[in-house]
């Protein structure tokens, strides 16, 4: 069974761009979550979508933003890049709403 | 605020047992985790225990919660060369579902 998919892996994008980033969860489950993982630190929470409405938002500025469509796989999106969005960008899927979350392997986005 | 604390680093020879400990302050977590990751990849789920259990033992792992103190070890038996990662503890909210985790051990084992 496919785990969750991530893409693309890597992407090197200039200040100022916009990023697109995309999720598909494992088979079954309806919500999926982001995560922001600076090198050395542990992962920080973005966003959640269940049932593709917004159910949680981390501390981050509105230039982040993120979708879920009705086939359950989602969409991270950021505006006006800056040196610091430089990171790793985990998604994560579960059943439901509170449910063990299982990660893909992430998109590296680098910004120069 | 939620918070989530973890020793930043721990080395042990092969063979022996591992024990990494974590501290958290949320008191409506429902579950805890514990994630691996090694070196340029996502994070694995090892294994999880609901806030109502004491302890979990799956093969290697051994979890403890101590939830009275806020305290979670996560015990790997027999540690081998492959063990080497980065290991998070991580606090599942039972208001958000959101996960907040700690800044990750690093487990080094000798040969």
């Known amino acids: 069974d496919a785990g969750v998919t991530q893409s693309p892996t890597h992407l090197i994008k200039t200040r100022g761009q916009h990023v697109t980033l995309r999720c598909s969860p494992i088979?079954?489950?309806?919500?999926v979550s982001w995560y922001q993982q600076v090198l050395g630190q542990g992962p920080q929470f973005i966003f959640q979508y269940y049932e593709k409405e917004e159910r949680g938002r981390g501390n981050f500025p509105d230039r982040f933003s993120a979708r879920q469509f009705p086939n359950y796989s989602s969409e991270l999106n950021v505006n006006a890049l800056l040196l610091g969005d430089s990171a790793l960008y985990l998604c994560a899927s579960s059943l439901g709403n509170n449910q063990p979350q299982h990660f893909g392997d992430g998109t590296r986005l680098s910004i120069l | 605020g939620e918070d989530v604390e973890q020793s930043l680093f721990l080395s042990v020879r092969e063979g022996d047992s591992s024990v990494i400990n974590c501290t958290y302050t949320?008191?409506?977590?429902?579950?805890l985790y514990w994630y691996k990751q090694e070196p340029g990849a996502g994070l694995q789920l090892l294994t999880y225990i609901f806030s109502n259990m004491d302890m979990k033992q799956d093969q290697r792992l051994t979890v403890l919660l101590n939830k009275k103190d806020k305290h979670l070890s996560l015990r790997i038996a027999d540690t081998q060369t492959g063990d080497s990662a980065i290991y998070f503890c991580a606090d599942g909210s039972s208001n958000t579902g959101k996960l907040i985790f700690g800044q990750g051990t690093t487990l080094q084992v000798k040969p």
């Open positions: 949320d008191s409506s977590s429902t579950y």
């Open positions: 088979s079954g489950h309806k919500s």
